[in-house]
C-alpha cells in the first residue's frame, strides 16, 4: 500500500501565501506523475496541479502564475512534492488533496494511484 500524507493548509488573508507538501510512503517502486487536487463545497474536485517524473508541470488556468509545484530534489528517495501558493484569493479556498499515480514494489509492479486525506486551505476576504 501506498500512503500519502499532507501538510501545510491552514487560514490565510487574501494575498497571503502558504506552502502545502504532500510526502509518499509504503511500497513503491517508481512514481509517474504526483499532483495537487482540490474540492471546494458544493463544487466537484479538479486537477490543481501536477508534476511528472521527468519534471514537467501542469498548472489549470485559474492558479498559473500564483501556484508552484515542485518536488523534493531527492524524489526517489523521499517521494515529496509541494505546491507554494501565493496571491492566495478567497475562491482558492478548499480541501487540497494530493495524489501519487505509480508502480508498487511488489513482484507483480501493480500500479496505484492513491489519494490523500485532504489538507483544508481557507482564504479569507
Known amino acids: 500500500q501506498v500512503q500519502l500524507v499532507e501538510s501545510g493548509g491552514g487560514l490565510v488573508q487574501a494575498g497571503g501565501s502558504l506552502r502545502l507538501s504532500c510526502a509518499a510512503s509504503g511500497s513503491i517502486f517508481s512514481i509517474n506523475v504526483m499532483g495537487w487536487y482540490r474540492q471546494a463545497p458544493g463544487k466537484q474536485r479538479e486537477l490543481v496541479a501536477k508534476?511528472?517524473?521527468?519534471?514537467?508541470?501542469?498548472?489549470?488556468d485559474s492558479v498559473k502564475g500564483r501556484f508552484t509545484i515542485s518536488r523534493d530534489d531527492n524524489w526517489s528517495q523521499k517521494n515529496t512534492v509541494y505546491l507554494q501558493m501565493n496571491s492566495l484569493k478567497p475562491e482558492d479556498t478548499a480541501v487540497y488533496y494530493c495524489?501519487?499515480?505509480?508502480?508498487?514494489?511488489?513482484?507483480?509492479?501493480?500500479?496505484?494511484?492513491?489519494w490523500g486525506q485532504g489538507t483544508q486551505v481557507t482564504v479569507s476576504s
Open positions: 508534476i511528472s517524473s521527468d519534471g514537467s508541470t501542469n498548472y489549470r
Open positions: 495524489t501519487a499515480v505509480g508502480l508498487s514494489s511488489n513482484l507483480y509492479r501493480t500500479p496505484f494511484d492513491s
